[in-house]
DNA sequence: GTTAGCACTCTCAACCTTCAAGTGCTAACG
DNA sequence: CGTTAGCACTTGAAGGTTGAGAGTGCTAAC
């Protein structure tokens, strides 16, 4: 059965009626709120054939239609309306943007914020993690019983330390020793090139074999994200949606959230392939939990990874907002960070809309 | 009125059997399973006199009797009974700790999974700041912009950086100057003397002078916890305890952990005081949220500071066990870290047993 | 001081009824 | 053939009633 304009039409309405009221959708509201000039028989004859197709289902005989998983993920590709942020909204996200004094850290949660506080939903996020970034200090400290601090600083003042096991033969001096040359090694190299370029002068090293295959492996864990990078805003903001009257919903959103590590999995792994990513649980052993929803961006300004930011929500989600929120927010943090001009790949983003 | 020996014993069995039970307690059930030789009516009598004193409420006049937040307090000061783990607990925790590889971030995520995982509560930590700390590296790196990132590894290896603003008029050159000297003048100073030691290095600095400040401004935030060092360990598991059924309890307690402020400012301000602290929520503007109950234990070993770590929960908490963990978490700590002998702290700490 | 006995209160679950909402189906219409 | 009006049917939500069970407070007797 092919879909027919009129199907597709009441299909949206449906979602978005849902969407707003939460409710369950009547043959009534649609003939007499959205569809005039067709009665209510006829959208359910509609609705029936719609839920045949899949993309309708009902709790019980009389309870109106909701939509289902697949519904949802047609009425994103094909359905849905842009809209424009208001006036209030533009300026709260100027303003929030507009304190510069921040560090990455700092901008990564007030983005977070600034997200979740539009949207209402919570916000997560992960900051940049760009395998071409540049290696800006690299610095060796002892500790004592052979071990050694490892702390690197990017570009983009992403700070990574991690402990590396040393020799228990290595002084003091040995170590800072090691540090010069670690540091002349890699000042300036990109972390994809690092390890290349740490493999290639392991010979070099001697008797440092062992710190430079340390050093080796911590940079192999840097490029993917921890869970300190995750950033999680607003989760408190569940409860003012009403599926999370039930506390089965709550226990499920629980258990995604308090994971860091499943959430990085979940945000990260689309990372460098488009703009905005829609996810939605349909409980068939997705990654996505059931009733769950994750919309997230990932941003760049010059062709530097910005981060990915979204928000994580029932599936009946206000996906017109958050993807609107999304868009302006990248587009206030792509001003921001590369104010100096815009890159190609902006330029193609923009003309898409 | 005075509290007779039968009322505290009275008391004990309410507290320990709401404890166990999550049900309101009838006198029936105290005279028969735990009072043998006295009648329900006499049982009734007493109960009728604690909840005059306020250590018991009822819900409905055919309720039975629930503890009152003194009544915990009580119980927590005079009535609980010490327990001991069992041999599963003992080993599940010395296995956890067998593994010395890991750093302090490590060691702090493990310990609070430990601990939520044999209370079965959520699991909140925070890591060790000590202000005897002393400095062992101290390094600033030119971000260009008039900024620079001032890096400071103490010797428990805790990693600190964080942004000050420098005249846009220094150069790269000049920043690694200021470094050398800064490191030179910082190192193996303790955090707490740091501050004085900077003000009085402020004359010499010169055109220095506003790095200096911002070293000074950074030193101060750093005896303060961050938000990122608050560890929660196992959020779900309050779904775990049937006062979690209730959607309001869950909103509270997830307004809580939501905030890590929130948290750090719970936990962190009786910091040096005692061992372990027990803090229940009541109602009337306390900073623990009504419903809600944070045991938490602060460890040291040889005269170091090894962070605070608890649960937080509902006021129906296992106290016995949660204690237990906590008390014997810390020796385990205490051994793995300060393996090489145990100062007096600890020796006072074990009498008290 | 302790106890048995009893009236009283309150909740909880089960059950019924009513109500409104919304559907599916059928037969008629253009 | 698509559209529509009409109607029977299903279902859940809300409200009321009832009986059972639990637990108490009180009183009078020991």
């Excluded at 979602?15 to 003939?31: F, G, T, W």
């Excluded at 560090?103 to 506080?117: F, Y």
């Excluded at 805003?233 to 308090?258: C, M, Q, R, W």
């Excluded at 587009?331 to 193609?348: F, T, Y």
């Amino acid at each position: 059965m092919k879909m027919s304009d009129r199907k597709k039409k009441i299909l949206q309405i449906v979602v978005d009626e849902y969407i707003n009221s939460a409710v369950p959708v009547s043959s009534k509201v649609i003939a007499e709120k959205h569809l005039q000039g067709v009665s209510s028989a006829t959208v359910r004859n509609e609705l029936a054939s719609l839920e045949e197709l899949g993309y309708l289902t009902q709790f019980h005989t009389s309870g109106g239609r909701v939509p289902s998983p697949q519904a949802y993920r047609f009425y994103i590709e094909e359905l849905m309306q842009r809209g424009n942020l208001s006036e209030s909204d533009l300026d709260y996200i100027e303003k929030a943007f507009s304190d510069r004094s921040g560090d990455v850290e700092h901008l990564i949660k007030s983005v977070s914020k600034v997200i979740s506080d539009l949207t209402d939903y919570t916000s997560v996020a992960i900051g940049p993690h760009d395998d071409e970034e540049k290696i800006r200090n690299l610095t060796l400290l002892s500790c004592g019983e052979g071990r050694a601090l490892l702390v690197i600083v990017t570009g983009s003042r992403i700070l990574r330390d991690s402990f590396i096991d040393i020799p228990e033969s290595m002084t003091d001096a040995d170590v800072e020793n090691a540090s010069r040359m670690l540091a002349k090694l890699f000042d300036g190299k990109a972390l994809s090139e690092a390890r290349t370029v740490g493999e290639e002068a392991l010979a070099e090293f001697g008797q440092y074999r062992q710190v430079m295959r340390g050093v080796i492996d911590a940079l192999k864990t840097y490029t993917r994200p921890r869970d300190e990078d995750v950033v999680l805003t607003g989760a408190d903001k569940i409860f003012n949606h009403p599926e999370y009257e039930d506390i089965e919903n709550v226990k499920n959103f629980l258990s995604v959230i308090s994971s860091k590590d499943k959430i990085a999995e979940l945000i990260g792994d689309d990372n460098d392939e488009i703009q905005i990513s829609v996810k939605i649980g349909s409980g068939d052993g997705d990654e996505v939990p059931e009733d769950c929803s994750l919309v997230t961006a990932t941003y760049a300004a010059g062709g530097k990874n910005l981060g990915t930011y979204g928000v994580i929500g029932p599936i009946r989600m206000d996906y017109t907002k958050v993807i609107t929120v999304l868009e302006n927010v990248g587009k206030a943090l792509e001003e921001l960070v590369g104010s100096r001009g815009k890159d190609k790949d902006e330029k193609d983003r923009q003309q898409d809309e």
